[in-house]
DNA sequence: GCCAAAATTCAAAGCGCTTTGAGTTTGCTA
DNA sequence: TAGCAAACTCAAAGCGCTTTGAATTTTGGC
């Protein structure tokens, strides 16, 4: 049924050779009888042996992801969002993904595998902890990578896409002190990931440079769950003197933060304010939410396919994009901010 | 560095053939050869390249998902949780996945052009819709396949795995009727979907062999999603009679209607009581909520981890699994189930 | 018109594995 | 001890593609 290149090369009375090298544009190759090829290609139907293409130039034409089933992070909905894009692009190469769900303490081990198996011809890195290890290792690996996040504490000397995790907390920050609330909340992701060190970070600088005290009660790391948002929120608010305004590092946590709030009786954006990061998840739309939540936005679907992009552009060695990519987010104001309550 | 076959078979003083024979298990091997195939394996490290194989056999040693992008189903928990048990058994068996994003109407192209590509040799089809013209297509596609639901309205003459969602539902029902409730509501999946229609089945057959009218004003369509069960309960607590309990398609549906049952000041088995369906998402515990959820449980990682197992046990040829399963979910008791409220 | 250079095209050699069909041993039976 | 089946092992032919190195055809300058 299927045509294979033998057969097509013997139809348009051409040798295996140019037809190959007219389909994957190789210049020595007569524009007329390219186009020839072209078109019979389109009336056959014919499509390439993936497998003959990989063992013939040796790359696998997949890319290795290690799914992390750590407690809270597997099958995380942001990992969903993400794993959309990343296929969103993918399919349009023909790349595969061999998928290794993996625990934590066993990841350099299945990233080691995975890389000598020759099954990928690139791996992804994410969920960064504060001086992995694993980045050094992906390194030695000699197989290419891209790493979503970032470490802190060492040179960041790899290839990665990050977003602006300190910039964003930093405005939201900013915001909120310039809108009159001096006891500001965060409730966090888990407090060994990158991405939750670095919010701190901006969270904390926008404090200093306005002569505002950092407490550490105002800070809890969470799963980035519903059930935990809502029990981070609520502790706050048990507090003496529980906080103005409260960051969450996703919409997740806001949705039980949110909870937390109503239970008690607030109303957001007056009693108390919250700002949320929005990884622009389909099922939790901010403008969704009952009063309409303030965001520092950046889609994760769109780093996904980026990545993969970027992952697929290496090995082809087509095109040419940036090593290092540091997002910006988006502040966009709604109705879950507004000036601090008078006391 | 990586050895192959060939290094392999000279190392030993023997050909290709009975390496190859060796390590595939072959009955025709001396079984002291075998053993000396073996832990030179051991020793070198020895893992065959995937290409070859795939070239030489013909199987492409993947399976193709198509990933719906269908609008609340794309990103869902439920896919991820699924995807890792998936996942999970694959990557025992070196098996890779082509992960197709895809609309909804664009679905039926996009297995046909998987199935053709030949860079799959099993397909995987989720969110089984009432009619699903979909199965036909996959029954005519000469290609492994297994459908995660079963169709309504047609012979489930194809390979599947469901849950009894009928049952789960039809259990749950009569509990809550042998408790006393009268005004029972469900706030079901889409509609659309098959586990929607014979969970709402199970519920009706319940209702009716108890002697209990079935009011359509007590069921709602929903995505599964929190905000949608928040929706959805909320205009149940509205209506003039309210019911005294609900069932939840999903846990995370329950998030909502618990939100809004505490909202409205209600005590969950006291006032009014809830029954969830558990995919047994580890992000979402029902014994976890506040009042912890009565649930029917069936957990979808397993279901995943079974299907992979089936897929590949065909492809192969190895084992003999049943074509059809049908699970048994369990009904837990838990605190959000009480006796109807006295009016 | 002739010839070197440029433009095309080709035959054939892999890539690393499985599998067919045939050869070589070994173990028994008669 | 010959003879034959059973038990092993092997050489070689693919699988369908890419790529090297060489062959052929065109082109353009003089």
């Known amino acids: 049924m299927n045509v294979n290149l033998k057969q097509l090369a013997e139809m348009l009375g051409l040798s295996q050779t140019t037809v190959s090298r007219a389909l994957n544009g190789y210049p020595e190759v007569n524009a007329e009888t390219r186009q020839r090829v072209l078109s019979a290609v389109r009336e056959t139907g014919y499509r390439p042996n993936r497998a003959a293409q990989r063992l013939a130039t040796g790359r696998a034409g997949s890319i290795g992801l290690v799914m992390p089933i750590a407690q809270g992070i597997d099958s995380d909905v942001h990992f969903g969002e993400f794993l959309a894009g990343l296929g969103e692009e993918s399919v349009r190469h023909d790349f595969h993904f061999v998928i290794n769900p993996s625990a934590p303490d066993d990841e350099e081990a299945t990233f080691k595998r995975l890389a000598a198996s020759g099954n990928v011809d690139a791996l992804f890195l994410a969920y960064v902890r504060a001086n992995d290890p694993r980045i050094a290792m992906l390194k030695s690996l000699s197989i290419p990578f891209v790493v979503h996040g970032r470490a802190v504490g060492q040179p960041a000397d790899y290839p990665f896409l990050d ?13 909120l002190i310039q809108l009159g609330h001096r006891r500001i909340a965060l409730i966090n992701g888990p407090g060994n990931l990158t991405f939750s060190i670095r919010r701190l970070k901006g969270m904390r600088r926008a404090l200093e440079e306005n002569g505002l005290q950092f407490d550490e009660r105002l800070v809890q790391n969470s799963l980035m769950t519903d059930e935990y948002g809502h029990r981070a929120m609520q502790q706050f608010l048990e507090q003496g003197e529980p906080p103005t305004a409260v960051l969450c590092s996703s919409t997740v946590i ?64 087509t095109g040419d994009y940036p090593e290092q990519e540091l997002w910006r987010t988006e502040l966009i104001v709604r109705a879950s901010t507004g000036p601090a309550p008078k006391s």
Chains 1, 2 share one sequence.
């Open 254 to 317: 806001a949705l039980g933060a949110v909870r937390a709030i109503h239970r008690a009786g607030l109303q957001m954006g007056e009693d108390i304010s919250l700002i949320a990061h929005d990884d622009v998840l389909p099922m939790l739309k901010p403008e969704n939410f009952s009063v309409p939540l303030t965001t520092t936005r950046s889609s994760l679907r769109a780093a996904g396919s980026r990545i993969a992009t970027r992952l697929i552009s290496r090995i082809l060695k």
């Open 163 to 175: 977003i602006d995790n300190t910039g964003a907390f930093y405005d939201a920050t900013r915001l």
